[in-house]
């Protein structure tokens, strides 16, 4: 007989994981605090209630979000099913009724026979096989264990996220490579700015449009990560003198060192992705694109991921976590949803997909599946596990994530996008089949 397993949290990820358990004839004991002990944000004692947005982001496949949600389906996701079912009119995005999803989402696992609803905190790891799905919100005490199960320096309260642009859309005629005063290897790519451009920067990042801040997220601002337009308001050259202090550095170009200097540091081991150093930000998305535009260099950058601050609790997954989300610590705890640093529904639902089909696996007495890295589900597990990412923070699904195409493929834009979707389908297919070997009826 197998063995059952406790679920943590009755969010997107929580209740996917509970769906996918279920359809493989594994007993779960889904444990969700709400209406017990509620949350900053949640409303209601639902289970996967949609805090804020009802976008699911875009469904198409020039997105890596659009292609996340096709491997859902392929994959037979409750939380897929359910949207679909819900879907409004969005344009090329999937928007749903919040009221019905959540309702459906409940009813679905109310209704199967496999799954109890505790509704009750969880304030210690429990033992046997567990996943803990307990979000960006986790209840103090539970944060409080899972510091103290990973220890202190591996969990986290909030996000100063800073953007991540393409590498390839840096121009390198204008930027250059190289690390304060030589040391180490040319590890940063570094846009130099004169006195005129930095001036207008400092005014553009003052004046642009920021997302206001909520009352329980006004703990965020610690003194060595604020905010870069908090900075700009204490002085007009504390950016100068800080995150964009040019010492150090000489512009090839000119001979001379410049008056600041933006850096992007390297994010991924391809290096085909660049964090810009200490611009974390509540600037608005569009002012974000609009304004680090204008700084030389980044006139085409192509932003996989933006700026943002925002309470949020998750863990140092890659110094925790095995691709298969099972933790170093305890092969029978599974993590997933936000908690493991994806951001967004769908891509915490995707996590709760993964972690649902390892822990039943392991109950059933096999082996852990890793989704192959061309995939969109795959890309991002292995970005949140690659155990050589320093500084992690959270990240959304996104094609720059994605293994290049083979080579003497020369596509770009809305062509390449199309070929790294198919590709991932296509690499979908012989994972799929042993994914869905232990499936006892349809869901
Ligand atoms: C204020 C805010 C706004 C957001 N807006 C968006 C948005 O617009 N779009 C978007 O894509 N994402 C948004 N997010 C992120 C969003 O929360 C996640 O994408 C998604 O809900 C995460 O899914 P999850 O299952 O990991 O966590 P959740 O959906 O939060 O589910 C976790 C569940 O665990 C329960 N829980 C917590 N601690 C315990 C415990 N100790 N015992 C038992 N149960 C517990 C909680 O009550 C909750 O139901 C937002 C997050 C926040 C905080």
Known sequence: MSQGVTIVGGGLAGCEAAWQLARRGIEVDLFEMRPVRGTEAHTTDRLAELVCSNSFRSAELTTAIGLLKEEMRRLGS???????RHRLPAGGSLAVDREGFARDMSAAIESEPGIRIRREEVAELPDGLTIVASGPLTSSALAERLRAFFGQEYLYFYDAIAPIVAAESIDMTKAFRASRYGKGSDDYINCPLDREQYEALVADVLAAEKVPTREFERCVHFEGCLPIEEMARRGRDTLAFGPLKPVGLVDPETGRRPYAVVQLRQDDHR????NMVGFQ???????????????????NAEFVRLGSLHRNTFLDSPRLLRPTLQTHARRDLLLAGQLIGVEGYIESASAGYLAGLNAARLALGGTPLVPPGTT???????YVTEGTRREF???NANYGLFPPLATGARLRGREKRLALASRALADLDAFQREADADVRRAA
Not at 78 to 84: Q, R, Y
């Open 393 to 395: 923070q959270p990240i």
């Open 271 to 274: 290096a085909s992705l660049f």
């Open 281 to 299: 930000t509540k600037m608005t998305y569009p002012e974000q694109r609009r304004v680090f535009r204008r700084i030389p260099g980044l006139e």
């Open 376 to 382: 969109s589900l795959g890309s991002l597990v292995r």
């Open 78 to 84: 409750l939380v897929l099913e359910i949207a679909d």
